[in-house]
C-alpha cells in the first residue's frame, strides 16, 4: 500500500438543503477541530454537487441553489479557506475520470452488497428503477478521497461501509497497478450522541424531506420554539412522574451540545448532566425545565455561528471566490494523482518517450 507522507483530511456534504445542528455535532465541529490541532498537513472539504445529482438529476436548480448556503455553513462553523480547501466536486473534473477507471475494479454484486447503498435505494423508493450513477456513487467516493491521497476521513457511523468499500479499491487498483493510492481510516465522532442525532419529533435520523432538524441558519427564537416543542418521554406526564432519558431526544442533545460549566451559569442546582438525568429519572422535574435549559446551551452554541454567517452574507461574490480558489487547488493536486495512476496503468501514452522510442525502432525508425 502506498504510504501518505502528509496527514490528510477529506471529507464533505451534499448541497441538497441548508445545514443541521446533526451536521454539525456529527461532523462539523469536529472538522474544525480538526483543523486547529494543527495535526494535518491538508484538509479537503468538498461540497458533493455531483453526487447529489445522482438523485437529483431531474431538479439541478435545487443543487445549485444550496451550494451557497453550504459553503455559508461551512464558514459560519469556523472553517477556515486558509488553513482547509473548500471546492466543488464538479469542478474537479478529474474525479470523474478516476471513477470511470475505478469501475473496472468493483463487481454489481459487491455494490448491491453495500448496507449504505441499500439503505440509500430503500430511502428513495429506487428499488425498481436505481439511477446508475446512484447505484455506483462508493466508486465515486472513492475517487474524492483517494484523488487527494487521503489518510482520514471523518464520516458518520452509517458512511464506514464506503470507507471500507473505497479500501477495497485502494487495495485492488495497487495490487494490479503498484503502490499508488492511500488507503484511508474513517474517523467517526467519540461522543454517541453526536454520532446520529434524533429529529426534534422523535424519528430516530433528523432529516430535511421530514422536517425535523434545527438548522444552523435558524433564527434564536425559531431554535427555541422547536426546542419547546420537542419529542419526549411520553409516558412523563406529570411533573412527578418518573421519566426515561434513554433515547429522550431532549437528553440526547444535551449529551451532544452540554458541557459541567453550562450548569454552573444557567442551572445551578445540578453539579453536571448526571445529576439531570438522575432527577428527571426518579421524578420530580419538568420536561419545560428541561427544555429551557437545553434552550440556553443550543442558543450559547450557535450564536457565534449565527454571527459568522451574518457576515459572509454581506459579501456573497467573496464565498464564491474561495470556492473557486479551493476548487482550482483542489483540481491541481488531484490532476496529480490522476497522472500517477495513469502513468502505473500504462495509458500515459503522450508522457512515455521510452514507449514511442520503443515503437519507433520497433518499425526501424
Excluded: W
Excluded at 491538508?42 to 448556503?69: G, H, S
Amino acid at each position: 500500500m502506498a504510504e501518505s507522507k502528509k496527514k490528510i483530511i477529506l471529507t464533505g456534504d451534499r448541497p441538497t438543503g441548508k445545514l443541521h445542528v446533526g451536521h454539525y455535532v456529527g461532523s462539523l465541529r469536529q472538522r474544525v477541530e480538526l483543523q486547529e490541532s494543527g495535526k494535518f498537513d491538508e484538509i479537503y472539504i468538498m461540497i458533493a454537487d455531483a453526487q447529489a445529482l445522482t438523485d437529483n438529476a431531474d431538479n439541478p436548480e435545487k443543487v445549485r441553489q444550496n451550494i451557497i448556503e453550504v459553503a455559508l455553513d461551512y464558514l459560519s462553523c469556523g472553517l477556515d479557506p486558509a488553513k482547509s480547501t473548500l471546492f466543488i466536486q464538479s469542478q474537479v473534473p478529474e474525479l470523474t475520470e478516476m471513477s470511470f477507471y475505478y469501475m473496472n475494479l468493483v463487481t454489481v454484486s459487491r455494490l448491491q452488497r453495500n448496507p449504505t447503498v441499500k439503505n440509500e435505494i430503500k430511502l428513495r423508493n429506487f428499488e425498481t428503477s436505481i439511477p446508475v450513477g446512484f447505484f455506483t456513487y462508493p466508486i465515486s467516493q472513492a475517487a474524492d478521497i483517494t484523488a487527494f491521497k487521503a489518510d482520514t476521513v471523518p464520516v458518520g457511523e452509517d458512511q464506514l461501509p464506503m470507507i471500507e468499500q473505497t479500501r477495497e479499491i485502494v487495495r485492488s487498483f495497487n495490487n494490479v497497478y503498484g503502490d499508488v493510492l492511500v488507503e484511508p481510516e474513517a474517523l467517526i465522532p467519540s461522543n454517541e450522541a453526536c454520532r446520529r442525532l434524533p429529529g426534534i419529533d422523535g424519528n430516530a435520523k433528523m432529516s430535511k424531506s421530514l422536517g425535523n432538524c434545527i438548522y444552523l441558519s435558524d433564527s434564536p427564537e425559531d431554535v427555541r420554539k422547536k426546542i419547546m416543542s420537542m419529542f419526549t418521554d411520553p409516558n412523563h406526564i406529570r411533573v412527578q412522574d418518573p421519566g426515561n432519558v434513554e433515547g429522550n431526544p431532549v437528553f440526547v442533545y444535551l449529551d451532544a451540545f452540554c458541557k459541567d460549566e453550562h450548569f454552573a451559569k444557567y442551572l445551578p442546582e445540578y453539579q453536571n448532566l448526571d445529576e439531570l438525568k438522575a432527577h428527571y429519572t426518579r421524578g420530580g422535574l419538568g420536561d419545560v425545565k428541561v427544555k429551557k435549559f437545553l434552550n440556553q446551551v443550543m442558543q450559547e452554541e450557535l450564536e457565534p455561528i449565527r454571527a459568522r454567517r451574518r457576515e459572509y452574507e454581506k459579501n456573497i461574490p467573496k464565498v464564491y471566490r474561495i470556492l473557486q480558489e479551493g476548487s482550482i487547488r483542489a483540481e491541481k493536486t488531484a490532476a496529480k494523482t490522476l497522472a500517477e495512476m495513469k502513468a502505473a496503468m500504462k495509458i500515459n501514452y503522450f508522457d512515455d518517450a521510452e514507449l514511442i522510442q520503443s515503437q519507433a525502432e520497433k518499425y526501424g525508425v
